[in-house]
Every structure is written in structure tokens, then in C-alpha cells.
């Protein structure tokens, strides 16, 4: 197993980190490392020859002396590598956009894989967490590996937990039991699994989607399991089908088997349609029934002339007004009749 060494635990036996950047200063570092003073300096941080020759090996390259400067200015990654004191890790320097950062995965790889394989088969969320948030600086050799290790107790734990739930009754037993599957920490996790590891992110989305389809699956427990599943990182075809299976079930389109504790989803496109269906049914029955088109009214004829409508003293004064037009007018005719 190799020892990280940090050059910085030999500052005695340096005037100025800068000089380790050029030719001479690196010489002149590696001839004090290899004299009596060096060896001792070793022994006492605790290194045997043999590591000694190791950690000198690597010096050659003057890139590798640049990459223990960046440990040093981590002190997370640092912690973990000279004292197993594990902290969630940060980039506050932005070193995984340097333009060497792959050649600094090369070389930090095989020491920090083997602090990360400690790991695992670790329960304990939150140290899995801080585990993972190390991955991304692991070039791509090591980096499967060790995310294989330490996803496998979340693995193991989803598919248990699942297949125990499949019996459960309620939907209240059934959210205490899948509920943890999907903590914020466990997602953090997944979504810290490289492309090399995309089958096991799968799997995990597979195993959460099969709750639906258990009986004790309500529609708003669906929603909330949909919800948190698009907190997981997906390819865009992946993604999609999450979003599309949560727009299924809000209209009604996903099925769930318990409707006890749940607001089903109603089918406002259904209802749409059976309302249109009887509206065209309702209108052709009245044309037919009724035919408001084909019936033309027929004029309403009464005996009583409009003449007999008028009280018998009008009916004087016009009897009067026609004699008088037609020149016939008696002057007894003028006389009206008073009583």
C-alpha cells in the first residue's frame, strides 16, 4: 500500500518552496533527502527506507512537486492523506479545472483510493457522504472501483428495504419505510457516481420506482417518491421519463393501486371529452324529437272582430264617422245617445 508523503514535511531540508520548481532546487532537495539528515528526518516522521525511495521516485517530475503544493493548500485532502481525518471535501482553489488537473488525478490516485477503500461497507450516511464528495478527484482507473465499493451498502440497503416493503398495508408504514431510501445524503451519493458507474445510479431509481406498483402506494406518496427522483442526476432520455411518469400521474394516466388515503387524480381530459360526447348527443336528440326547424306557426284566427273590442259609445261616434264620409249624415244621426 503506497504512504502519501507530503514534501512539506521535509521543510527543514528547504530554503524556499519555490526553488523545488526549478532544476537546481529539486537536485539539491533530493541529495538532502538521501544524506544522514534526511534519512533521520524519515525515521522520525515515521517513513521507512522504503517509502523513502518511493517518495523520492516521484520528485522527478517537477509537475508532481506543483501537485504537493495543491495538497497542502487542501486541507481536507490533506488531512485525510497524512492523518485518515475525513472531511467533506472542497475545492476552494479550483483545482478540478486546472488545466493539469487530470495529470493530478494520476498522481494523487493511487494513495487517495486506498484512504476511500476504508470505507467501505460503511452504514453510516454521513461518513459515506463525505467519502464520495473525494471520488472526483480519482482518474478514471481508480475511480470505478471505488465507487463500486462504497455505493454497495446503499445498494444493499435499497433492495432490502424495498423488498420488505412490498407487503406493507399502509401507506404510512410504506413512507417511514421508503422514505430514508431517498435522504438528501443517499442522493448527494448518486449523484457522486461517475458515467462508469451509471448502471449502479439505474438501479437505484429502478429499485425507488418500484414502489408504485406496491398496494399501499397512495398517488400523493407517488408524487412526493417522483419528486425527489428528479433530484437525481440522469441523462437527458432518463430525465425525461421521470419528468413524463409524474405528468402521467397528475392526469391520471399512472395508475396506483391504493386510492384509501389519496386524492385520486382527476381525468379533466376524459371529462372533457364525455362532456362533449353527451353535449352533440343532447342537441341531435332535440332536432330530432322536436324538429325546431320544420314547424312554421300558423296564423291564430279569432271570430271577434277587432270592431267589437270598443265599448258601444265608441262604436256610435264611428258608426257616425263613416255615415258623414259616405255623405249620407242625418242630422238625427249627430244626436248621441247619453244614456
Same mark, same amino acid.
Given at each position: 500500500?503506497?504512504?502519501?508523503? &507530503?514534501?512539506?514535511?521535509?521543510?527543514k531540508?528547504?530554503?524556499?518552496?519555490?526553488?523545488l520548481?526549478?532544476?537546481?532546487?529539486?537536485?539539491?532537495?533530493?541529495?538532502?533527502?538521501?544524506?544522514?539528515?534526511?534519512?533521520?528526518?524519515?525515521?522520525?516522521l515515521?517513513?521507512?527506507?522504503?517509502?523513502?525511495?518511493?517518495?523520492?521516485?516521484?520528485?522527478?517530475?517537477?509537475?508532481?512537486?506543483?501537485?504537493?503544493?495543491?495538497? /497542502?493548500?487542501?486541507?481536507?485532502?490533506?488531512? &485525510?492523506?497524512?492523518?485518515? +481525518?475525513?472531511?467533506?471535501?472542497?475545492?476552494? /482553489?479550483?483545482h478540478?479545472?486546472?488545466?493539469?488537473?487530470?495529470?493530478?488525478?494520476?498522481?494523487?490516485?493511487?494513495?487517495?483510493s486506498?484512504?476511500?477503500?476504508?470505507?467501505?461497507?460503511? +452504514?453510516?450516511?454521513?461518513?459515506l457522504?463525505?467519502?464520495?464528495?473525494?471520488v472526483?478527484?480519482?482518474?478514471? +482507473?481508480?475511480r470505478?472501483?471505488?465507487?463500486d465499493?462504497?455505493?454497495?451498502?446503499?445498494?444493499?440497503?435499497?433492495?432490502?428495504? @424495498?423488498?420488505? /416493503?412490498?407487503?406493507?398495508?399502509?401507506?404510512?408504514a410504506?413512507?417511514?419505510?421508503i422514505?430514508?431510501l %431517498?435522504?438528501?445524503?443517499? $442522493?448527494? %451519493?448518486?449523484?457522486?457516481?461517475?458515467?462508469?458507474?451509471?448502471?449502479?445510479?439505474?438501479?437505484?431509481?429502478?429499485?425507488?420506482?418500484?414502489? *408504485?406498483?406496491?398496494k399501499? %402506494?397512495?398517488p400523493?406518496?407517488?408524487?412526493?417518491?417522483?419528486?425527489? *427522483?428528479?433530484?437525481?442526476? *440522469?441523462?437527458?432520455?432518463?430525465?425525461?421519463? $421521470?419528468?413524463?411518469?409524474?405528468?402521467?400521474?397528475?392526469?391520471?394516466?399512472?395508475?396506483?393501486?391504493?386510492? =384509501?388515503?389519496?386524492?385520486?387524480p382527476?381525468?379533466?381530459?376524459?371529462?372533457?371529452?364525455? =362532456?362533449?360526447?353527451?353535449?352533440?348527443?343532447? &342537441?341531435?336528440?332535440?332536432?330530432?324529437?322536436?324538429?325546431?326547424?320544420?314547424? @312554421?306557426e300558423?296564423p291564430?284566427?279569432?271570430?271577434?272582430?277587432?270592431?267589437?273590442?270598443?265599448?258601444?259609445?265608441?262604436?256610435?261616434?264611428?258608426?257616425?264617422?263613416?255615415?258623414?264620409?259616405?255623405?249620407?249624415?242625418?242630422?238625427?244621426?249627430?244626436?248621441?245617445?247619453?244614456g
Open positions: 500500500m503506497r504512504q502519501f508523503i &507530503l514534501i512539506h514535511e521535509f521543510s531540508l528547504y530554503s524556499n518552496f519555490a526553488d520548481l526549478t532544476e537546481n532546487g529539486i537536485k539539491n532537495f533530493i541529495a538532502n533527502l538521501e544524506s544522514e539528515a534526511g534519512k533521520n528526518t524519515a525515521k522520525k515515521g517513513y521507512d527506507h522504503f517509502q523513502l525511495e518511493e517518495f523520492i521516485a516521484t520528485l522527478s517530475d517537477s509537475q508532481n512537486v506543483l501537485f504537493h503544493d495543491w495538497i /497542502s493548500q487542501n486541507s481536507s485532502l490533506k488531512g &485525510l492523506l497524512l492523518q485518515n +481525518k475525513l472531511v467533506k471535501f472542497e475545492d476552494t /482553489s479550483n478540478l479545472k486546472h488545466q493539469f488537473f487530470e495529470k493530478f488525478q494520476a498522481f494523487i490516485s493511487p494513495s487517495l486506498n484512504k476511500l477503500l476504508k470505507y467501505a461497507g460503511e +452504514k453510516e450516511l454521513t461518513t457522504e463525505k467519502a464520495f464528495s473525494y472526483c478527484l480519482l482518474d478514471k +482507473k481508480h470505478a472501483t471505488v465507487e465499493q462504497l455505493f454497495q451498502s446503499i445498494k444493499k440497503k435499497v433492495e432490502i428495504t @424495498v423488498a420488505n /416493503s412490498k407487503i406493507v398495508e399502509n401507506e404510512t410504506l413512507v417511514e419505510a422514505q430514508p %431517498c435522504d438528501d445524503k443517499i $442522493i448527494a %451519493c448518486v449523484n457522486s457516481l461517475s458515467r462508469a458507474s451509471y448502471s449502479l445510479k439505474l438501479a437505484y431509481v429502478d429499485d425507488v420506482l418500484t414502489v *408504485l406498483k406496491f399501499s %402506494c397512495t400523493r406518496f407517488a408524487n412526493w417518491i417522483l419528486k425527489r *427522483l428528479e433530484e437525481v442526476q *440522469l441523462n437527458k432520455e432518463h430525465e425525461f421519463k $421521470i419528468v413524463d411518469l409524474r405528468k402521467d400521474l397528475k392526469e391520471g394516466e399512472l395508475q396506483v393501486r391504493n386510492h =384509501g388515503k389519496g386524492r385520486a382527476i381525468k379533466w381530459g376524459s371529462i372533457a371529452t364525455f =362532456g362533449l360526447i353527451a353535449l352533440v348527443a343532447g &342537441l341531435t336528440f332535440w332536432v330530432v324529437k322536436f324538429k325546431p326547424f320544420s314547424d @312554421v300558423e291564430q284566427f279569432d271570430n271577434e272582430t277587432s270592431f267589437m273590442q270598443f265599448s258601444k259609445e265608441e262604436r256610435k261616434k264611428i258608426d257616425s264617422l263613416l255615415i258623414h264620409m259616405n255623405g249620407n249624415l242625418d242630422d238625427d244621426d249627430l244626436l248621441i245617445d247619453q
